[in-house]
């Protein structure tokens, strides 16, 4: 029995079907895209916040702190030039250590142009320097054989310097000098073999001015806190004492190392 529907007809109906479920899947996918673009337009990108980068330590200002250290140096001195030979072996005292503790203040001011730092310091220091030598002999001046004792003692130190050298952010490594100034005490004492349990003593004060010369390093834990460490070598030059046996010249040099605490204003 034929079909009621001729192949014509089912071509259409066909046809009609998949043009349905074409125009289906399009609208579909034109509300989906519709609704993507519209979720997309919804969000917005934000750039992470830029972190401002730290400013670098600046060792430009005023400054001022404490420090400590060790001294150890030599003087010689033209005693002997008063001793001749008389009845007794002459032994000399020329050249003798001299060294101690010292310890004091300083203050100073630094400019920065890059990373070259430049400044004047200034400093003072209490010490407790000392060193001595035997002497026998006789003495021209006295008429004495003494047997006795040349004692240089220190109990003051000061140096006006410059300072220059490179920093690397909160380290600066420096070399420094100037003019030093000391304090020296020259003793002579003893006792005269020619007049027994007869005892001598004569001393005279001056003030030494030199050189001063060293490097150093020093270091910002923080902002206003610096921490250093100094090597300097002074010549204090010569000074010339009066003492009971006659005028003695002295010259005296010495080294230290040096450790601080400053704090930048």
């Known amino acids: 029995m034929a079909s009621p529907v001729d192949d014509d007809g089912l071509r259409f109906f066909g046809g009609l079907w998949m043009y349905r479920n074409v125009l289906g899947g399009s609208a579909l996918a034109a509300l989906l895209l519709g609704s993507g673009v519209a979720n997309a337009a919804d969000l917005t990108y934000e750039a992470p916040p830029i972190e401002e980068a730290a400013p670098a330590f600046s060792w430009s200002g005023f400054y001022a702190g404490v420090h400590g250290g060790y001294a150890w140096g030599s003087q010689d001195n033209d005693h002997n030039r008063l001793v001749s030979d008389g009845s007794v072996p002459l032994t000399f ?3 003798f250590s001299v060294d101690g503790f010292l310890g004091g203040i300083h203050a100073g001011h630094n400019w920065q142009s890059g990373a070259f730092v430049y400044g004047v ?11 001595s030598g035997d002497f026998t002999g006789y003495f021209d001046g006295t008429g004495t054989y003494p047997d006795g004792n040349l004692e240089l003692k220190s109990q003051w130190q000061a140096s006006a310097r410059l ?7 909160r ?12 304090d020296g005490k020259l003793t002579s004492s003893g006792t005269n073999f020619d007049w027994p349990n007869q005892s001598f003593s004569s001393d005279d004060r001056n003030t030494h001015v030199g050189w001063t010369i060293g490097v150093g ?10 921490v250093r460490a100094e090597y300097r070598y002074t010549d204090f030059g010569s000074k010339t004492y009066q003492l009971m046996e006659g005028p003695v010249d002295v010259s005296w040099s010495q080294s230290a190392v040096l450790a601080g605490l400053s704090r930048k204003f």
């Open 217 to 226: 390093i020093e270091h910002a834990l923080t902002d206003k806190w610096l």
């Open 163 to 169: 300072r220059a050298g490179y920093a690397m952010d």
């Open 93 to 95: 005292d020329d050249d």
């Open 171 to 182: 380290t600066f490594v420096y070399g420094t000098g100037g003019i030093a100034f000391a």
């Open 121 to 131: 310091e200034g400093d003072f220091d209490f010490t407790n320097l000392k060193g």
